[in-house]
């Protein structure tokens, strides 16, 4: 089952699989299973009905991670089409082949209006080259850049992982989802982040790795040992995980709750004892059998 972050979004179900994510002000979120994360994308605020075209379709829908998808001249992009005053469709298509910009660049989102034969809507573009769409950068404020596509299962069921580690699935929709990548900050001394978010752990794309993630902190905290819905649905110095005594692929929805992260002064050994007064279980997290090795300052432990 997968976990999920608050500013409203989920991140998708995987059969079996617990998953969360983190949020953070420059993503939305989808449906959760327990405890995903939330960005808030402008985008996210365009109503749409992703790849609602007919087969017959001057521009009909193609599959981004195919490399055959497209006749020789063309590329499978993603693009924006207003079908209506109210209604916007994103979705990816095969088109002429334009100047696309690489991974990394500087980048207006939907900037490139384009037209074919037959079509009577007016269509936009995304700027950015194969395998990388235009999103709000996360290193600097108010840009965006093209960056990784991934296809995190939350809006389709097949997944396509993002290739680095230390980065997880995230995005308002099924052809806005990025590689997101991880804070590295101190999740049990909440050090690390800007002023006005808290420190959250997160799982990795491939699900087998803990990330430490900067996201808004609620407004109305869910307490600790009680069920949750978002990474950051707990106050800060809490994450919504399961268990650590079990792998995460044991992790069922009722296992979702706030637990605290835990540390001791003495180390490993000092597992089950007192955290500081807290009055809690700290469960180290190696019984879980995650890698950590992404999280510079990792914490010791969760209560349960």
């Not at 009680?226 to 992790?251: E, I, M």
């Not at 835990?262 to 000092?270: A, I, K």
């Not at 190696?286 to 914490?299: C, M, Q, R, T």
Request: proline fraction near 7%; charged fraction near 20%.
């Amino acid at each position: 089952m997968r976990t999920l972050a608050r500013l409203g979004i989920s991140i998708g179900t995987l059969a079996a699989s617990f998953m969360f994510c983190a949020c953070s002000d420059d993503t939305a979120a989808a449906k959760s299973d327990a405890g995903a994360a939330q960005h808030d994308s402008g985008v996210a605020a365009i109503p749409r009905l992703d790849a609602a075209v007919s087969g017959d379709d001057p521009l009909p829908a193609c599959d981004r991670f195919n490399p055959s998808a497209c006749k020789s001249g063309q590329v499978c992009d993603e693009l924006i089409r207003m079908q209506s005053s109210s209604t916007t469709v994103i979705y990816a298509s095969c088109v002429d082949a334009p100047q696309l910009r690489a991974l990394g660049d500087p980048c207006d989102p939907w900037s490139e209006k384009y037209e074919t034969q037959g079509l009577l809507e007016p269509v936009f573009l995304d700027p950015c080259g194969d395998g990388t769409i235009c999103e709000k950068d996360p290193l600097v404020r108010g840009a965006s850049s093209c960056q990784p596509i991934c296809q995190s299962g939350t809006f389709k069921d097949t997944r396509e992982s993002c290739a680095s580690r230390s980065a997880y699935c995230f995005g308002p929709g099924q052809y806005e989802e990025v590689c997101i990548e991880s804070d590295g900050c101190d999740v049990a001394k909440q050090t690390g982040c800007p002023k006005g978010k808290a420190c959250y752990l997160q799982l990795n794309d491939s699900q087998d790795g803990a990330l430490s993630v900067c996201l808004p902190v609620p407004q109305a905290a869910v307490a600790d040992q009680q069920r949750c819905t978002y990474v950051n649905d707990c106050k800060a110095g809490s994450s919504c995980f399961g268990p650590v005594h079990l792998a995460p692929s044991k992790w069922s929805q009722t296992d979702s709750v706030c637990r605290p992260a835990c540390s001791t002064s003495v180390g490993v050994d000092d597992a089950g004892t007192d955290d500081a007064g807290a009055g809690c279980f700290c469960e180290p997290y190696s019984a879980s059998g995650l890698d950590f090795l992404e999280i510079p300052k990792p914490p010791f432990g969760q209560c349960e």
